[in-house]
């Protein structure tokens, strides 16, 4: 179960109340969203964290281990030992481990760029981490409570795009929408200017960024005890139209147009859908859940092509390779396997993570990189080139609320939102360039 790790990280001497509220990811619905009047005496006092400050030693996070009673290499000892991975199928996996090949994780392909608190991702559902989303090398949007905000790194600072804490109301008059109310948000997706976000009890939402209020909302189900698991923003095969998909715990997954926010086609598929992905061309559709065995099928008609086996729980993320030959499935057996089309029969490389499930799966858009991120603490970055072998390790403390490469063609930042109550915030990394001068750019 989650528990409150404030009690082992106690300050040495002073009075503050500096304490932790790093939980793991073997709590269930753990995470239920709140009001932002929760700042701590804690929160109030730290300050963003710089890559100047960095290299000068402090720490990435703004963590003053100085007056801790843990050293961080101690305190990573600490939960290296107690975090207890999450699984809905428990069972041996003695096996699994030979699977997994062999990953130097030495490499530095980003450098760290800064760390604001200006805002503070949140979590929903402890199975559920896309909630970061880039769209440029400077603009990240995230959760947070009952908002989705945007971060500016170039302006440094915030403002809410989204706010569902009420009532929302959809501003197209289309068949299918209904006001929602209080929408705790449980994914999300965003490209160029819209906004898609998915909820606990089955909400689903679209809304124009550069437009004022909703332009679509509704309830997927009709029910409370469905939860829209995820979203995705992707181009038809034909004819380039820009559609919205979403996986729901009903089982099924439905695809809309974004002119009327027609109802285009729904598939249904044995177990609830927790994740599903459009490969680049947008024909295959990659389906997971809570099964083993992912699908793979075709995006149009939802018939099934393949199946692919290997994973030993449910999985919960995938990810598509630029080229589309490339699929990855992150699952909460502690790995991710990559899969090729062109040969679906078995996976043809398994990465195992340190502590936890596979929760959040991002390809840089150049197709250089692929970002795999645990549930908690550790996010790697493999070198695709490398045949997956060689990785960086981001090393961190705190529950990962998602990842995200920025869309530019040299995927110049990389993105990590961290759900805390005192530690929360967001990472920013640089991509590394040979050449020391772009370190001032």
């Not at 290296?80 to 990953?103: A, H, I, M, T």
């Amino acid at each position: 179960m989650a528990h409150d790790l404030q009690e082992n990280l106690e300050v040495v001497g002073a009075g503050d109340d500096y304490g932790f509220e790093f939980n793991d990811d073997a709590g269930g619905d753990r995470y239920q969203t709140s009001g932002a009047g929760s700042q701590t005496h804690m929160d109030k006092q730290m300050d963003d964290t710089s890559a100047l400050e960095y290299r000068e030693g402090k720490d990435m996070q703004g963590i003053p281990w100085e007056r801790l009673n843990y050293t961080r290499d101690q305190y990573r000892q600490l939960r290296l030992r107690q975090y207890k991975n999450y699984e809905s199928l428990p069972r041996q996996r003695d096996g699994l481990q030979k699977e997994c090949q062999r990953v130097e994780r030495r490499d530095s392909f980003y450098d760290f760029q800064s760390n604001t608190r200006h805002v503070k991702p949140t979590i929903v559902h402890f199975q559920l981490r896309n909630l970061l989303w880039a769209t440029s090398k400077h603009d990240v949007y995230v959760m947070q409570n009952y908002s989705v905000m945007h971060w500016s790194s170039l302006l440094g600072r915030g403002k809410e795009v989204l706010n569902v804490a009420g009532q929302v109301a959809p501003s197209q008059t289309v068949r299918g929408a209904r006001p929602l109310s209080r929408v705790q948000i449980s994914t999300m997706a965003v490209k160029d200017n819209l906004v898609v976000a998915g909820g606990f009890h089955g909400e689903f939402i679209c809304k124009h960024v550069d437009q004022p209020g909703v332009a679509f909302c509704t309830n997927l189900t009709g029910s409370k005890k469905s939860i829209t698991n995820a979203v995705e923003i992707y181009e038809s095969p034909n004819g380039g139209s820009t559609r919205v998909m979403a996986a729901n715990n009903d089982c099924v997954v439905r695809t809309f147009d974004t002119e009327k926010f027609s109802l285009l086609a729904q598939f249904s598929f044995p177990w609830s859908v927790n994740n599903m992905s459009v490969s680049p061309d947008g024909k295959l559709l990659a389906v997971l859940g809570d099964g083993s065995d992912c699908i793979m099928a075709d995006s149009q008609s939802g018939k099934e092509i393949a199946s692919l086996r290997g994973h030993q729980d449910y999985s919960f993320a995938s990810a598509w390779h630029p080229d589309g030959r490339v699929v990855a499935t992150g699952n909460q057996d502690r790995t991710c396997r990559l899969w090729d089309v062109r040969n679906l029969s078995e996976a043809f490389a398994v990465m195992e993570g340190r502590i936890g499930a596979i929760r959040g799966l991002k390809f840089s858009p150049d197709g250089r990189f692929l970002a795999a991120s645990e549930p908690a603490d550790f996010v790697r970055v493999y070198d695709v080139a490398a045949g997956y072998a060689r990785a960086q390790e981001i090393d961190l403390f705190g529950e990962i609320a998602g990842v995200s490469f920025s869309p530019d063609d040299g995927a110049e930042a990389l993105f990590v939102g961290v759900a805390d109550r005192t530690y929360g915030s967001l990472l920013e990394f640089r991509r590394r360039r040979r050449h020391g001068y772009l370190d001032c750019l």
